[in-house]
């Protein structure tokens, strides 16, 4: 007789806790953190109880993503609305600011090619992929040097215009402002309206 085959017989014959419910119930094991004996029963309850924890954990945990998310659409609407209500000339200039105020970001920065290029050399995909990640080293160096004030996460989105490749620098002197595993959604749309402001002055 081995573990596997008691638990198999169990999965197979769930009438013997029926039939023998007493015997059961009079079983100890111990508790999981103070030592103590209790039932099976009571273990069982135990073990339930931590279930449900981890699921409510788990579903504030999506609660506050649904939530900063519906933050985050809410401003970008606004600032949409804001940049349709502008005149021409200036609505990439709004976009741009409002992408700083609206959404706290220290810098904002848009530019055709040159420095921002180097800067972004470890980042061997950032001339056709939206992405973000901590800098850090020359490539911090190069991005502070550039932007006057400290960089130590960054976000880059970059826009095929008709009048050629634009890159959209987004950065943070909090090195977790900018992690490698967000989502590219919202730096996507982004540079879809900028791609379309730009071409539209064409």
């Not at 200036?90 to 055709?112: A, C, H």
Request: negative net charge.
């Amino acid at each position: 007789m081995t573990p596997e085959s008691v638990l198999q017989y169990l999965r197979t014959n769930p009438e013997f806790f029926e039939a023998h419910a007493a015997a059961i119930a009079q079983i100890t094991i111990p508790h999981p953190e103070q030592g103590r004996a209790i039932s099976i029963n009571e273990r069982q309850l135990l073990s339930l109880r931590e279930r449900c924890r981890k699921l409510e954990s788990q579903l504030a945990d999506w609660l506050d993503v649904g939530f900063a998310n519906d933050d985050r659409g809410d401003r970008m609407h606004r600032l949409v609305v804001d940049v349709l209500g502008a005149p021409q000339a200036e609505r990439v200039q709004i976009l741009l600011n409002g992408l700083r105020d609206s959404f706290g970001i220290p810098w904002v920065y848009l530019s055709s090619g040159g420095a921002e290029h180097t800067a972004l050399a470890q980042q061997p995909d950032a001339a056709t992929v939206p992405g973000c990640g901590p800098v850090a080293g020359q490539q911090a160096e190069r991005l502070t040097e550039l932007a006057g004030q400290p960089i130590a996460s960054l976000a880059w989105v970059p826009i095929e215009t008709t009048r050629g490749q634009r890159v959209l620098l987004l950065g943070s002197g909090d090195a977790a402002r900018f992690p490698a595993d967000a989502g590219p959604q919202y730096l996507q749309r982004v540079g879809e309206m900028l791609k379309a402001l730009l071409d539209g002055d064409t």
